[in-house]
């Protein structure tokens, strides 16, 4: 089964790990915009490493449209089943606070693929917790949580067409409401959309052969404006690892470029996925993982394994970026 295939990209950074208690020295002191980092260039760049990239397993990195929020995903196991959960970080007194499990944490599921609306109001995720809906039957269905003040409501799952007619992942939302996601059934795994009209989500219609150049693309994520797509996809004869980012390009008749590598700057041998947008356009960033270790060679070193298992880069996933301005060299010239 494709989804199968996946399943194994996306637990791929839900390694089995334990999550200890972090304790207040264990993470440094950040301030400023984007946790003080230094903004990248046209190479990725490891973000906020001993913050966010810990050695832990991080993955898709999404802010708040003040810049003053951050949400990620984390991966941890109980009872010796993979499970991930959403935490965050937020500003107060001008630092970056110690980061928390957001207020709906459910730790029995998975709670993964955090989308934070460009509006700043919607929280987009998936997750396997049973919705209780004869309609909404699949293993994962995406749900949506509204803010209320500084938490946020008790989330509650996309209705049918959305949900409902498989596996759904990969949610993301333009300024105007357009929902772009991820539908996986036995045939492939294939970007959707559907708009939100007068309260009901239209009937889902499946993106171009241009954008769905193969059975296994998943978990794009849409401009702000809809201009443009970022997606992972699988095995591509282009690509540089098993699994690469690749744009594709919308203009105001919607018609849809063939998706574009993005190049060597930014997919390396591993897996790149999961990636966001940053609210002002500058910054996209993106999980990056090692699927495979020599854990049988001889010559691998005690430092190897503690590396491997405490320091971002080593091996788990983390959280890169890098600037936008790389979608700008790729998109056709009459498009700018």
């Given at each position: 089964m494709k989804y199968k295939r996946m399943l194994f990209i996306?637990?791929?950074?839900?390694?089995?790990?334990?999550?200890?208690?972090?304790?207040?020295?264990d993470f440094p002191v950040l301030k400023g915009p984007y946790l003080g980092q230094k903004p990248p260039g046209l190479t990725q760049e490891i973000f906020a490493p001993g913050?966010?990239?810990t050695g832990l397993s991080e993955a898709v990195c999404c802010f708040s449209p003040d810049g003053k929020e951050v949400y990620w995903n984390i991966a941890y196991d109980i009872k010796k089943d993979a499970k991930a959960c959403i935490v965050y970080s937020k500003i107060e007194n001008g630092k970056w606070t110690l980061p928390?499990?957001?207020?709906?944490?459910?730790?029995?599921?998975?709670v993964a693929y955090p989308f934070l609306s460009y509006?700043?109001?919607?929280?987009?995720?998936?997750?396997?917790?049973p919705t209780n809906l004869p309609d909404l039957k699949d293993e994962y269905n995406i749900w949506v949580a509204k803010r209320n003040g500084d938490k946020w409501d008790t989330p509650v799952p996309l209705p049918y067409p959305v949900n409902g007619r498989g596996i759904t992942s990969g949610p993301s939302v333009t300024t105007s409401g357009v929902l772009y996601y991820t539908l996986i059934t036995e045939k492939e795994q294939a970007i959707y959309r559907s708009r939100y009209i007068d309260g009901n989500y239209t009937e889902p219609e499946r993106l171009?052969?241009?954008?769905?150049?193969?059975?296994?693309?998943?978990?794009?994520?849409?401009?702000?404006d809809e201009s443009y797509m970022l997606l992972p996809v699988y095995n591509r004869s282009d690509s540089y690892g098993?699994?690469?980012?690749?744009?594709?390009?919308?203009?105001?008749?919607?018609?849809?470029?063939?998706?574009?590598?993005?190049?060597?700057?930014i997919n390396t041998k591993r897996v790149e996925s999961a990636a966001r947008i940053s609210p002002d356009g500058r910054y996209i960033f993106l999980t990056g993982l090692y699927i495979t270790h020599n854990w049988g060679n001889e010559s691998l070193s005690y430092s190897d394994i503690m590396?491997?298992?405490?320091?971002?880069?080593?091996?788990?996933?983390?959280?890169?970026?890098?600037?936008?301005?790389?979608?700008e060299e790729l998109k056709p010239e009459e498009l700018k």
């Open positions: 996306f637990t791929g950074f839900i390694l089995i790990l334990a999550l200890g208690c972090a304790k207040k020295d913050f966010i990239s928390e499990f957001i207020n709906f944490t459910n730790m029995e599921y998975v509006d700043g109001e919607e929280l987009y995720f998936i997750t396997n917790e171009p052969d241009a954008v769905n150049s193969t059975d296994n693309q998943f978990d794009g994520v849409i401009a702000p098993s699994v690469d980012l690749y744009v594709t390009f919308r203009d105001e008749h919607d018609n849809w470029t063939p998706v574009v590598n993005l190049g060597n700057e590396n491997y298992f405490t320091k971002p880069g080593h091996g788990r996933a983390d959280i890169y970026w890098i600037s936008t301005k790389i979608i």
